[in-house]
C-alpha cells in the first residue's frame, strides 16, 4: 500500500510540477521572476535551451508560457523558437496575453516569427487579440522579401495547435503590382506528422494564408474556422509523401485574390488547394464560405488535384464579386476519384460551377443549387465521365445555363447534357429566388427536391450550415447548403414593424431642431413627438425607449448628414434564441423587397434603424428579419412608408 501511494503521489507531483505559468516581455520586467506580466522574463529566456525541461521555472509539458506587450524584431528575425516539445496531455502552450504583438519590418524567410522547430505536443493560442505583423514589406515598401508568420522548419511534428491568432500585413500587396515578389510568403508554413489543429485564426495580405505539407502516413489533421482573404492561395494542403486519412477542412472563410493577379499569371490563386502524390484518403471540406474578387487568374476555390480518394465536399457557399470566376471552375476535381460534392450553393454572374478532368471517375454531385454560372458542370475527359451521376440539383441561369460531357463539349443545353449523360432527370432549372445569403425562399417548391443522404453516415452532413438538422428516414432534403426549415426554426420573426417619413422642421438642414448648436437629448425628444404626435418621448413606436437612450440619439445623430430626412422605422424584438441582431429589407412594391438588406453593415443591434438611402417622394415596403449571424428568421409584417 505504501508503495502505490507512493507511486501515485510521485506521479501527481510530476504533473503539478508541470503545469506552470512563465510570463515573458520583450525586455526583463520587475524583479525578473517569470511570475506575472510585471516581472516577466526577457523573451531571450525562450529561446535558450538551458531554460527548457521538467524542473521548477523551466518550459516543459504542462507549461504555459505568456507573452506580454509588444515584441519588435529586426528585419528577418525570429522571435522565438521552441526548444522542446511537450507530453500527451500536458502539451507546451505560448499565449499571447491581451494585447500582445509581435512586428517586425519582416520576419525571417524560413523560420518566420514563430518557429516551431518540429516540436510536437505544442499549442499557440493568440488568446483575445494576439498579433503578428510586419510593418514595411511588400508594394511600395521598404522590403519586398518572403516571410513567414508561423513556421515548422523540420521534424513533421505531431500534436500541434495553431489558434486564436491574427497574422496581418506580412506582405501587403496592392492591386495592380505587376512583380513576383513576396512568392514564399505565408502566414503559417507547417509540416504535420498528424493530429494538427489550426483553427480560428484569421489571416490577411499575405500570398499562402495556410500552407501545410506532410511526407507520412498522417491522420486527423483540422483546419477549421479560420479568415483568409487579400491572399493568392488561402489554405494549401500538400503532401511530399505518405496519404492523409480523415483530415477536415471546415468552417473557413475565403475571402478575395485580386490583388495577387500579374500580368504574366505568375499566381494560380486558390481558396483551397489538396495536392498529393499518394492522396488523401475520407478528405472532408465542408461549411465554408468563399467570398469576394478572385482576380483574372484564379484556378478555383476548391482544388483537389492528384490521386485523393473519396472526398467528400459539402454544405460550402460559393460566391464571387465584380464578374470575376475562376479560370478552371469553383469546384475543380483532378484527378481525385469518387469525388461526392453535396448540397452545396454556387453564385456567380460568370464563369463555371465544377469540373471533373484527369480522369477523375467516379464522380458524384447532388442537392446541389447552382445560379449565374455560364457552364454548370464540365466533365473534360471521358475518364471523368466513367461512373459519373448526378441528380436533384438546382441549375438556373435566366439567359441560359450550358453543360460540357467529356468528347461532346460543344455547350451542351441542359437537355442535351440530360441525354449525353443520363443523369440529372430528377433536377430542376426553376429560379431558387434565394436570399442574399443562400437559403430558398420560405414556401418554395424546390424545397424538399434534394436526395436524403442520410445513407452517408457523415454526421456533419445531416446538419446544414447553419447547424440545422436534416430530415431522417427517406424526407427529401433541401438543396443547396441550407435547409428551409432553417428559417422556420429559428423563429419567431420581430413584429409590429412601424414607420413614419421623418423631416426636422420646414427647411432644416440638421438634426440640431433647437438650433442650440448640438444634437443631444432635447433634439430627440423634438424630432420624437414630429414622427408620433405626441409629447412623450418614451410613447415611441418601440415602446420603452427614453430620450436619453443611446440607441435614440443614435438614430437622429445618423441623419445628419442627410437634412434629417428619412424614414424611421422601428420594430418589437424577436424572442427567437441567439439574436444578434436585425436586417431591413426594401422594396418599391409590396412583395418586392430586395434580397439584399438595406443596412450594409452587418445585423442592426437596436429596435429601430433610420433609412438614409430613401429616395424622396418614393413609396417603400419594408420588412424585417432577426438574425443569429447564420440563419435569419422569417419577415416581419410589411409595411409602405413614402420617403420625404
Known amino acids: 500500500m ?10 501527481l507531483a510530476a504533473t503539478v510540477a508541470f503545469s506552470q505559468n512563465i510570463y515573458l516581455a520583450q525586455t526583463a520586467a520587475g524583479s525578473n ?61 505560448l499565449r499571447f496575453e491581451t494585447g500582445a504583438v509581435l512586428t517586425a519590418p519582416y520576419w525571417s524567410t524560413s523560420t518566420g516569427a514563430i518557429n516551431l522547430s518540429g516540436k510536437s505536443f505544442i499549442t499557440v493560442d493568440g488568446g483575445t487579440n494576439g498579433l503578428i505583423t510586419c510593418t514595411d514589406n511588400g508594394t511600395g515598401k521598404g522590403h519586398q522579401v518572403d516571410t513567414i ?88 494542403y500538400a503532401a511530399a509523401g505518405g496519404t ?40 472532408m471540406i465542408f461549411n465554408n464560405y468563399f467570398y469576394g474578387d478572385v482576380g483574372a487568374f484564379s484556378t478555383a476555390q476548391i482544388f483537389l488535384e492528384d490521386t485523393q480518394q473519396s472526398p467528400t465536399i459539402f454544405n460550402n457557399v460559393f460566391t464571387t464579386s465584380n464578374n470575376s470566376a475562376a479560370t478552371n471552375a469553383s469546384v475543380t476535381v483532378k484527378g481525385a476519384l469518387n469525388a461526392h460534392i453535396f448540397n452545396n450553393t454556387f453564385f456567380s454572374t460568370t464563369g463555371q460551377a465544377i469540373q471533373f478532368e484527369n480522369a477523375a471517375s467516379g464522380g458524384v454531385v447532388e442537392n446541389n443549387v447552382i445560379t449565374g454560372y455560364g457552364l454548370a458542370l464540365f466533365i473534360a475527359d471521358t475518364g471523368s465521365a466513367t461512373s459519373f451521376t448526378a441528380n436533384n440539383n438546382v441549375y438556373y441561369n435566366s439567359a441560359g445555363m450550358n453543360f460540357c460531357w467529356a468528347s461532346n463539349c460543344n455547350y451542351l443545353t441542359y437537355s442535351q447534357w440530360r441525354s449525353a449523360c443520363k443523369c440529372d432527370s430528377t433536377s430542376s432549372t426553376a429560379n431558387p429566388n434565394l436570399s442574399s445569403d443562400g437559403h430558398l425562399a420560405q414556401g418554395s417548391a424546390l424545397a424538399g427536391m434534394g436526395v436524403n443522404l442520410t445513407t452517408q453516415n457523415i454526421t456533419a452532413l445531416n446538419l446544414d450550415k447553419a447547424g440545422i438538422s436534416r430530415p431522417g428516414g427517406t424526407t427529401g432534403w433541401d438543396p443547396g447548403a441550407y435547409q428551409v426549415s432553417a428559417l422556420a426554426t429559428f423563429s419567431p420573426p420581430p413584429s409590429s414593424l412601424a414607420g413614419v417619413p421623418v423631416v426636422a422642421g420646414s427647411g432644416a438642414t440638421s438634426c440640431d431642431v433647437n438650433a442650440d448648436g448640438s444634437t443631444d437629448v432635447v433634439d430627440v425628444q423634438l424630432i ?28 437622429i445623430k445618423a441623419a445628419l448628414g442627410a437634412g434629417c430626412k428619412f424614414v424611421s422605422l422601428q420594430w418589437a424584438a424577436s424572442s427567437a434564441p441567439g439574436v444578434v441582431g436585425y436586417n431591413v429589407y426594401r422594396g418599391t412594391s409590396p412583395g418586392g423587397e430586395s434580397t439584399v438588406p438595406v443596412n450594409t453593415g452587418g445585423p442592426v443591434s437596436s429596435t429601430s434603424f433610420a433609412d438614409l438611402s430613401a429616395a424622396p ?7 424585417v428579419t432577426a438574425s443569429n449571424g447564420t440563419s435569419e428568421t422569417g419577415p416581419s409584417n410589411e409595411i409602405s412608408v413614402s420617403a420625404p
Open 2 to 11: 505504501k508503495r502505490l501511494f507512493f507511486i501515485l503521489f510521485g506521479s
Open 528 to 555: 420624437t413627438n414630429m414622427e408620433l404626435g405626441v409629447a412623450s418621448c418614451t410613447a415611441n413606436i418601440g415602446g420603452s425607449l427614453a430620450c436619453s437612450d443611446p440607441a435614440r440619439q443614435t438614430v
Open 244 to 283: 492523409s486519412t480523415g483530415a477536415q477542412i471546415y468552417g473557413n472563410s475565403i475571402g478575395g485574390a485580386v490583388n495577387w493577379d500579374t500580368p504574366s499569371d505568375s499566381f494560380h490563386h486558390d481558396g483551397v488547394h489538396v495536392w498529393a502524390t499518394n492522396g488523401t484518403s475520407g478528405l
Open 617 to 623: 417622394g418614393i413609396l417603400y415596403s419594408y420588412y
Open 149 to 236: 508568420g508561423l513556421s515548422t522548419t523540420s521534424g513533421y511534428p505531431t500534436n500541434v495547435t495553431i489558434q486564436n491568432l491574427t497574422i496581418s500585413n506580412l506582405y501587403l500587396r496592392t492591386v495592380g503590382d505587376t512583380g513576383t515578389t513576396g512568392f514564399n510568403s505565408a502566414g503559417m508554413q507547417l509540416q504535420s506528422g498528424g493530429n494538427l489543429r489550426v483553427c480560428n485564426n484569421t489571416i490577411n495580405d499575405v500570398k499562402t494564408g495556410i500552407g501545410i505539407i506532410w511526407n507520412s502516413n498522417i491522420s486527423a489533421d483540422v483546419i477549421c474556422n479560420n479568415t483568409v482573404y487579400n491572399r493568392d492561395a488561402g489554405i494549401v
Open 33 to 93: 521572476t517569470g511570475a506575472d506580466c510585471a516581472n516577466a522574463h526577457p523573451v531571450g529566456f525562450f529561446n535558450t535551451g538551458s531554460n527548457w525541461g521538467t524542473g521548477a521555472g523551466q518550459i516543459g509539458p504542462g507549461t504555459t508560457v505568456h507573452l506580454c506587450g509588444t515584441f519588435t524584431g529586426t528585419a528577418g528575425s525570429t522571435m522565438l523558437t521552441f526548444q522542446g516539445s511537450g507530453a500527451s496531455g500536458n502539451p507546451i502552450t
